[in-house]
């Protein structure tokens, strides 16, 4: 779990410390700390967030960043009875539980290394962070040279240089056609980017993107209100692309308590060939001008 510029942290002078976790190399869960540091659960949480928020602690674990994304990367409101009776009786439970999961310890500290070591590390860097190789340049060409990576016209409409590695070489020419699906928010996501001929959605939340190998099998927008699908109807792999549907029913985090769907190809959704692909997979209703799925 770690905050976007924590390379920079590590390539300041000095380590940002930590007031809340012990020196050494422990790790704590949540309840721990808690009885080590005194505060009450709502003030220690505020502490630990805005430390590691700083590059101080880390947890070993992601729920408890997935926790605050629904609160804006804010610590969520806790609520913890002090009442030891009730908590042995098993009502003393935090109500957000997945925020405090995991172990809290201290980030690592910079290590001191050679020009060498700092060589090896940028490259690391580059195998991380292809999508900003403007930055590391300079190691992205003596990779090449070495042979750790290659350049060339990976993907078409893209333009300036492109580096892979020789690991995504194979993969770009032994493609798995298995569907997937992603957000256009996504991290890996292209939406958004000033690619030529490249016809793509804005970069919204609400909107995600079902490919079956490279092409782009569905679109579908604020939450499934509005569908492009650019596969026929009895098209073997349509199941396993609405599973992207499946996913915002039944996701852990605040699933959706059902989906209505008005348009799906600039038609209405009711008059759509595809209902009856919906309807197979999800317990799905004609509400008039809408059709709406819900869990099965």
């Given at each position: ?46 502490k630990l ?13 992601l ?27 098993g009502?003393?439970?935090h ?54 990576v ?31 699906w ?9 939406c ?7 016809k ?22 604020r ?5 492009d ?39 209405p ?28």
């Amino acid at each position: 779990m770690l905050h976007p510029v924590e390379i920079d942290l590590y390539l300041s002078e000095e380590s940002p410390q930590s007031t809340v976790i012990p020196p050494g190399e422990g790790r704590y869960s949540f309840d721990a700390l808690r009885r080590m540091t005194g505060p009450r659960s709502q003030t220690l949480h505020e502490k630990l967030w805005v430390e590691t928020w700083a590059g101080a602690v880390t947890n070993d674990t992601l729920s408890p960043l997935r926790a605050t994304i629904l609160p804006g990367y804010r610590p969520p409101k806790m609520q913890l009875s002090e009442n030891s009776r009730r908590r042995r009786r098993g009502q003393g439970r935090h109500e957000h539980s997945s925020a405090i999961t995991g172990r809290w310890h201290h980030t690592p500290d910079k290590i001191d290394s050679t020009p060498m070591e700092e060589e090896e590390l940028g490259k690391e860097r580059v195998k991380l962070l292809l999508g900003h190789w403007h930055r590391l340049f300079r190691s992205l060409r003596l990779m090449e040279l070495s042979g750790e990576v290659l350049s060339g016209p990976f993907y078409d409409n893209v333009r300036g240089l492109q580096f892979t590695t020789r690991e995504n070489v194979t993969l770009l020419q032994n493609r798995d056609a298995t569907p997937f699906w992603l957000n256009a928010c996504d991290p890996s996501s292209i939406c958004g980017l000033k690619c030529s001929n490249l016809k793509l959605p804005a970069r919204r939340r609400t909107t995600h993107l079902a490919y079956i190998d490279h092409r782009l099998a569905i679109v579908s927008r604020r939450s499934g209100r509005h569908l492009d699908i650019h596969i026929p109807p009895d098209d073997p792999q349509m199941e396993n692309c609405l599973a992207l549907f499946n996913h915002l029913l039944r996701r852990p985090l605040k699933p959706l308590k059902r989906i209505i769907i008005e348009s799906i190809n600039n038609e209405p959704a009711i008059d759509s060939a595809y209902v009856k692909a919906f309807e197979t997979l999800f317990h799905a209703h004609d509400e008039g001008t809408e059709f709406v799925l819900y869990r099965n």
